[in-house]
């Protein structure tokens, strides 16, 4: 399975950028994956984001986003998912990474390559 993400890029303070994770290739057309994204900014450890679950009706944040981010899944493309972020701070410039695992697994198998989000002040 692989992992494509997409949609970073350089915003200002307070703005909106929406970052999109399509799967392809292996199961991703059997199975619908839990799905996340995580972020990893410079010199700082790789952090939990947000998630979905594989049926859509349950998603989690970090309380640093809760509020100004949501993570959506697309309706027809049931292993993309995007993640739009408003009021966005500098402290949100990182790579942002989203990881995709079957339902039945505890980690996530599968990462894309991230994109970076820049947020300048």
């Known amino acids: 399975v692989q992992l494509q993400a997409s949609g970073g890029g350089l915003v200002q303070a307070g703005g909106s950028l929406r970052v999109s994770c399509a799967a392809s290739?292996?199961?991703?057309?059997?199975?619908?994956?839990?799905m996340a994204w995580f972020r990893q900014a410079p010199g700082k450890e790789r952090e939990f984001v947000s998630g979905?679950?594989?049926?859509?009706?349950?998603?989690?944040y970090a309380d640093s986003v809760r509020g100004r981010f949501t993570i959506s899944r697309d309706r027809l493309k049931k292993n993309t998912v995007y993640l739009q972020m408003n009021n966005l701070k500098p402290d949100d410039t990182a790579v942002y990474y989203c990881?995709?695992?079957?339902?039945?697994?505890?980690?996530?198998?599968?990462w894309g390559q991230g994109t970076l989000v820049t947020v300048s002040s």
């Open positions: 990881a995709a695992k079957g339902f039945w697994r505890e980690d996530y198998e599968y």
């Open positions: 290739g292996g199961t991703s057309n059997k199975y619908t994956y839990d």
């Open positions: 979905i679950l594989y049926r859509g009706n349950l998603m989690s």
